[in-house]
């Protein structure tokens, strides 16, 4: 008696088999019937349940053990029990075989938190569902005010200079007017036409282009042939007027002496008036670099009684002129008072030193103290030159412990000293009779390849008699006579002193 089996899976999910006999004729035409070819040809073998669902979709079958196949006879075929019967028992002895095996018992609420998984949204805790969102970040700044659009910047584009015209390669080009600044000197003496050399580049040259050429010339010793090419440029429209070529113009020839100047000019308020900002300040730097003193501080002076503002360097040149003779103290104590009482103060590092120097220089300490801290304030990084300055200045007011506060910030700093700041902290370290560090900034200046002056060797050598080491005197005293140095005789006396 053959048993037919069939599986199919109920609304729990779980998989079922309903097993039946059933009885059947031979002469009957159920038994020549051919099975259907999803049974004579099955496509593959049924897979194992997936071991992570087991217990929750799927329950192995108590009956798969027990099926029959005998393809000999079909006889009969027979439901043993109703279909939900069957369901019901094989649900039961699903859970008692559960039980049996591991004794995990899933309870309906994890069952359900995990099927919502495969379902979407994970069920919340109750409560409040509300979502604030959270504020945006404070902005730093902004360019411009909520509502109105951007400006729009518009970005050139870089063009290769082999691309570029030739009038843009060469209108200021340094070369090519340095180069016409040659040819021109290169004429002969009694040529007076510089339009044989400047017509052929007329069009390739804009405003301001010969200022260059002009100074050029003026450095090389030829103010005629500066004022040559002012009067050639007034003649082209487009390079004349300008500015830059007559301040050029001016101060090469007030630096040779070849200005023509009224005598009462700085007393003429048509001419004060008349002259443009860059045009006087070139007078007066070209006085001051020719040496004309008196007349650039006539001009200064008409320029303050005109109260028109002249730039800090061009005074910054005149005190430097005028503090290198002691006769003109008085002179140079006016500028730094006026410099002192002026609120756009705009001194670079150069000029700043050049002041400090001649205020060392005439005794003035609390103003290079002053010009120091205003220096710094700027935002502005002191260079070895005006540590060095601040140094000797201190050195010479007697402040040795301050002055040894500017060495640690130089130190501080990372600057590298100079020959000349190597000096000075050496004369500070004589004045601390401090010989261990006088010792080691000798052999750094060593180290650093500096070669010892005279008043360095003097200075090493007179710390090591006034603490009595005489060897090692001796030592720097020859090192100094194979260096070409002879000692004074105060120093000899005194090495003879000790030595007896």
């Not at 196949?69 to 649900?91: Q, T």
């Not at 140094?391 to 100079?418: G, N, P, Q």
């Not at 005489?470 to 005789?489: N, P, Q, S, T, Y």
């Amino acid at each position: 008696m053959p048993v037919l089996c069939s599986s199919y899976t109920s609304s729990s999910g779980r998989s079922l088999v309903l097993k039946g006999q059933f009885h059947c004729c031979k002469d009957t035409k159920v038994y020549h019937r051919k099975p259907p070819k999803n049974l004579r040809y099955p496509r593959r073998t049924k897979l194992p349940p997936d071991s992570c669902l087991n217990g929750l979709s799927l329950v192995s079958s108590p009956f798969a053990d027990d099926i029959i196949r005998d393809d000999d006879s079909f006889d009969s075929l027979a439901f043993d029990e109703d279909e939900d019967n069957v369901d019901d028992k094989l649900f039961e002895e699903g859970e008692e075989n559960d039980e049996g095996n591991g004794g995990i018992v899933w309870e309906q609420d994890e069952i359900e938190a995990i099927s919502s998984l495969f379902k979407g949204r994970v069920p919340q805790k109750p409560g409040s569902l509300e979502r604030r969102r959270p504020l945006p970040l404070p902005l730093p700044y902004k360019k411009n005010p909520i509502g109105f659009p951007t400006q729009k910047v518009v970005s050139r584009k870089l063009v290769a200079p082999a691309r570029q015209s030739l009038s843009n390669q060469v209108y200021k080009n340094p070369s090519f007017l340095v180069g016409l600044a040659k040819e021109i000197k290169a004429l002969p003496l009694e040529e007076k036409n510089v339009s044989l050399v400047l017509d052929k580049w007329a069009r390739f040259l804009r405003k301001g282009s010969l200022s260059m050429t002009i100074r050029e010339l003026g450095h090389m010793g030829l103010p005629e042939r500066a004022l040559l090419v002012f009067c050639w440029a007034q003649k082209q429209p487009h390079l004349y007027p300008d500015d830059r070529i007559l301040a050029s113009t001016v101060e090469v020839l007030a630096r040779s002496h070849e200005l023509k100047m009224p005598f009462m000019l700085h007393k003429d308020h048509r001419f004060l008036n008349m002259v443009s900002q860059s045009v006087y300040e070139a007078i007066v730097k070209g006085f001051i670099k020719g040496g004309s003193l008196k007349i650039a501080w006539k001009l200064l002076s008409a320029a303050r009684a005109s109260n028109r503002l002249v730039d800090s360097e061009v005074y910054a040149k005149l005190i430097l002129k005028l503090g290198k003779n002691p006769d003109r103290e008085f002179l140079v104590t006016s500028l730094l008072e006026e410099l002192a009482g002026r609120e756009d103060l705009n001194l670079n590092r150069q000029d700043c030193t050049a002041i400090m120097k001649v205020c060392v220089r005439f005794g003035k300490f609390e103003i290079v103290e002053g010009l120091y801290d205003w220096f710094k304030r700027s935002g502005h990084v002191p260079s070895v030159v005006m540590y060095t300055t601040m140094i000797h200045s201190r050195y010479t007011e007697k402040r040795y412990r301050e002055a040894l506060a500017i060495v640690w910030e130089m130190e501080a700093a990372k600057c590298l000293f100079d020959l000349p700041a190597y000096r000075v902290v050496m004369k500070l370290f004589m004045g601390l009779n401090d010989l261990q560090r006088g010792a080691r900034y000798f052999s750094k200046l060593k180290e650093a390849g500096f070669t010892p002056t005279f008043d360095i060797y003097m200075c090493i050598i007179q710390m090591y008699i006034e603490s009595g080491r005489i060897a090692k005197c001796k030592e720097v005293w020859l090192e100094a006579e194979m260096a070409g140095f002879k000692l004074d005789e105060q120093i000899r006396s005194q090495l003879f002193e000790l030595g007896n």
